[in-house]
Nanobody
Framework: QVQLVESGGGLVQAGGSLRLSCATSGRTFSRYAMGWFRQGPENEREFVASINSIGSNTYYADSVKGRFTISRDNVKNMVYLQMNSLKPDDTAVYYC?????????????????WGQGTQVTVSS
């Protein structure tokens, strides 16, 4: 049984930082790419960042490029999202997901298991 559990969300002022974590179990973590997605109020779930299975390649949505950094620890089976220079538009529930593949991807159809999400709220 594959499980993903996100943590680290919260309330932060604009310009601040948060670090999200995602703990995984039930799958050989190092074989698969991981991704972060988010869903704001009345919005569809959108891609944020992806990292390949060995952590050598990353891919970001244009809206977060230069501000967010995705990383992973294949010993601890963890994936992280460091979020800096946060904006009110970043307010959303953030989800981590495990890919069906080893390579990065932005399509939701690439991902087959999802966490429950963690709320990030950025105040102006």
């Amino acid at each position: 049984q594959v499980q993903l559990v996100e943590s680290g969300g919260g309330l932060v002022q604009a310009g601040g930082s948060l670090r999200l974590s995602c703990a995984t179990s039930g799958r050989t973590f190092s074989r698969y790419a991981m991704g972060w997605f988010r869903q704001g109020p009345e919005n569809e779930r959108e891609f944020v960042a992806s990292i390949n299975s060995i952590g050598s390649n990353t891919y970001y949505a244009d809206s977060v490029k230069g501000r967010f950094t995705i990383s992973r620890d294949n010993v601890k089976n963890m994936v992280y999202l460091q979020m800096n220079s946060l904006k009110p538009d970043d307010t959303a529930v953030y989800y981590c997901a495990t890919s069906k593949f080893a390579y990065v991807g932005s399509s939701r159809s690439n991902y087959d298991y999802w966490g429950q999400g963690t709320q990030v709220t950025v105040s102006s």
